[in-house]
């Protein structure tokens, strides 16, 4: 069953997904997610099961999905004004929680 996403969490998905067109493009991008797909991954997990999604992503591109958790970031910081300095020991699945726990409190 997938879950609607709330606003914060439509929010950070939008932010990855704008990584991915920016980076990819636009037929990649879309090549990716059917990719994920079928591996059982679905757009809900990327703010669901930010794990899961990430690595789904590094089956796909190996190592170099660290360059697009490192993009992720970034634009999510930048989306809700967070100091990227803050955290910058987090990966894209800590911050995707720590951001969800927030929202909650």
């Given at each position: 069953?997938?879950?609607?996403?709330?606003?914060?969490?439509?929010?950070?998905?939008?932010?990855?997904?704008?990584?991915?067109?920016?980076?990819?493009?636009?037929?990649?991008?879309?090549?990716?997610?059917?990719?994920?797909?079928?591996?059982?991954?679905?757009?809900?997990?990327i703010v669901k099961q930010p794990d899961r999604f990430m690595d789904g992503l590094r089956s796909v591109f190996?190592?170099?999905?660290?360059?697009?958790?490192?993009?992720?970031?970034?634009?999510?910081?930048?989306?809700?004004?967070?100091?990227?300095?803050?955290?910058?020991?987090?990966?894209?699945?800590?911050?995707?929680?720590?951001?969800?726990?927030?929202?909650?409190?």
């Amino acid at each position: 069953m997938v879950l609607p996403l709330s606003e914060r969490e439509a929010e950070i998905a939008d932010c990855v997904d704008k990584v991915l067109t920016e980076v990819l493009g636009e037929f990649a991008k879309r090549a990716i997610m059917i990719t994920m797909n079928e591996k059982g991954i679905t757009p809900s997990d990327i703010v669901k099961q930010p794990d899961r999604f990430m690595d789904g992503l590094r089956s796909v591109f190996g190592s170099g999905a660290g360059v697009l958790e490192k993009a992720f970031i970034f634009e999510v910081c930048k989306r809700f004004r967070v100091d990227t300095r803050s955290v910058a020991n987090l990966s894209f699945a800590d911050l995707v929680k720590r951001m969800r726990n927030h929202s909650e409190g």
